[in-house]
């Protein structure tokens, strides 16, 4: 395979391609390598290779010409195949891209420098653009090498055994197995001993295999749950998963969320303050979120009377009555909800169940009018949105009440009064009006997904 590295420092490059396998994939044709650097095709006396930018601002940017013509050289050389340019703007560089990668004849490598390549660069050659993570460097270089040792350990004939690149971290959607070596024991400096785990010296591959999935499994859970949701995993697999998550110290994010469905005071169409009668299907569906979710209660308030014992006539039908009979999952479910007067009362009772006060943070179709940056907040101002990741990190922390508005939505002396406005599902559309059942299970899935 051949690489051609677009550069303005050719030299960077000195020690790793001749360091370790990649040098010595380097030194075996595995892997040839050619840089061009854009200085050598200025041609004003300063050999100038960047500019101001238009705008404004600080910082220097690429120009195209000398970039191109370097361009214009690797395609003479033999063609510039699968042309890169590196830059944090880009898709992420992943272990299916450098397969991808590995696959091709040829491949350039764009480095950038300063503020990185006049935005045009694209219009005129065919470029992906690819970023090596969400933080700056200086300049494409070290990306460059990221990329290059994560192609070149694909190539046959570079690792010495093939095979190794199938069993390590991302090549199956999972992080690997840990890995150990000789002494079989060591001591800890409390004089304790760390032993390699005995099914790894039992010479039995069945067990082994079996083993190292358990904990490539588990390590994902731990480490990178998100990693999960694309990876393909067998029923096995999923229960031992099921297994590891049980067994796990961490506890549940979803134990410290609380709903509150809130019917009184609540908005009519005229913008009235009302008190609304339950909605069954509200009852039924986000018990049922709560306890798939794991949820640390779910609370329907109402102060009208008679709703109240028609919650309660409902609730007894399915946990008591013959309906528990005919459906134990759903008594299961429904058996976890609270019916109570007031808003008051459900933050009551969360503050009895955790000990603590929780956060209140109230949801709502639109998004929060006016944006408020720090300071103390005044009592007529809306509080400030917060967003999903904010809210499963605030969980970490501190129990939280998500608060759901019935009619057509909350007062706002009871938005005002919360934390937080949590931003709304769907704000980038014209019609985002869901049923509060629904915008329920979305925003409970969007915090805790299928890994917490
Ligand atoms: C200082 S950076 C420019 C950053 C640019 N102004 C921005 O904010 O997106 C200079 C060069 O380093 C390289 N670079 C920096 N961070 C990178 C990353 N995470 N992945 C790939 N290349 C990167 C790019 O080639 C970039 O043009």
Do not use: A
């Given at each position: 395979m051949h690489f051609a590295i677009c550069t303005?420092?050719?030299?960077?490059f000195d020690s790793p391609l001749a360091t370790g396998l990649l040098g010595r994939a380097v030194g075996d044709g595995v892997l040839t390598v050619e840089r061009v650097n854009p200085r050598d095709f200025t041609e004003d006396n300063h050999r100038t290779v960047d500019d101001r930018p238009y705008g404004g601002g600080p910082g220097m940017v690429m120009l195209l010409d000398p970039v191109l013509k370097a361009l214009d050289k690797v395609e003479r050389n033999g063609g510039r195949g699968r042309t890169i340019l590196l830059t944090p703007r880009g898709k992420p560089l992943s272990q299916d891209l450098t397969r991808e990668l590995a696959g091709e004849e040829r491949v350039t490598v764009i480095c950038g420098r300063y503020e990185g390549m006049d935005a045009r660069l694209g219009d005129l050659v065919d470029i992906e653009e690819v970023s090596v993570g969400d933080f700056v460097l200086s300049g494409g270089e070290a990306a460059a090498c990221c990329l290059l040792e994560a192609v070149g350990r694909?190539?046959?004939?570079?690792?010495?055994?093939?095979?190794s690149g199938d069993e390590e971290s991302f090549a199956h959607g999972l992080l690997e197995y840990p890995h150990y070596t000789r002494p079989e024991v060591v001591t800890d400096e409390r004089g304790s001993e760390l032993r390699v785990p005995e099914v790894l010296l039992s010479g039995d591959h069945r067990r082994i295999a079996e083993y190292r999935r358990e904990k490539a499994l588990a390590t994902t859970w731990d480490r990178r749950p998100e990693m999960l949701s694309s990876a393909p995993l067998t029923q096995q697999d999923v229960e031992s998963i099921r297994k590891h998550r049980a067994e796990s110290p961490k506890p549940a994010r979803g134990r410290n969320l609380h709903l509150v469905l809130a019917h009184y005071p609540v908005l009519n169409k005229e913008g009235q303050e009302v008190a609304v009668s339950l909605t069954n299907l509200d009852i039924h569906d986000i018990g049922r979120v709560s306890r798939s979710y794991g949820l640390g209660g779910f609370y329907l308030s109402t102060p009208l009377e008679d709703q109240r014992r028609l919650a309660a006539t409902l609730l007894n039908h399915w946990t008591g009555g013959a309906g528990a009979v005919a459906n134990p999952d759903r008594s299961e479910a429904l058996s976890g909800v609270g019916v109570v007067e007031s808003i008051e009362d459900a933050l009551h009772r969360v503050r009895e169940r955790t000990g603590r006060d929780p956060l209140v943070y109230v949801t709502s179709a639109r998004i929060a009018p006016e944006k408020r940056r720090g300071g103390k907040r005044k009592r007529t101002e809306e509080p400030e949105t917060v967003t999903i990741p904010q809210v499963a990190q605030a969980l970490d922390a501190r129990p939280v009440v998500l608060l759901l508005g019935t009619g057509s939505g909350l007062a706002p002396g009871v938005v005002r009064a919360a934390d937080a406005v949590v931003r709304p599902v769907r704000p980038f559309t014209d019609y985002n009006h869901l049923s509060v059942r629904s915008a329920t299970s979305i925003l409970v899935d969007r915090i805790l997904g299928d890994t917490d």
């Open positions: 303005l420092f050719p030299e960077y694909l190539l046959p004939g570079f690792m010495g055994h093939e095979g």
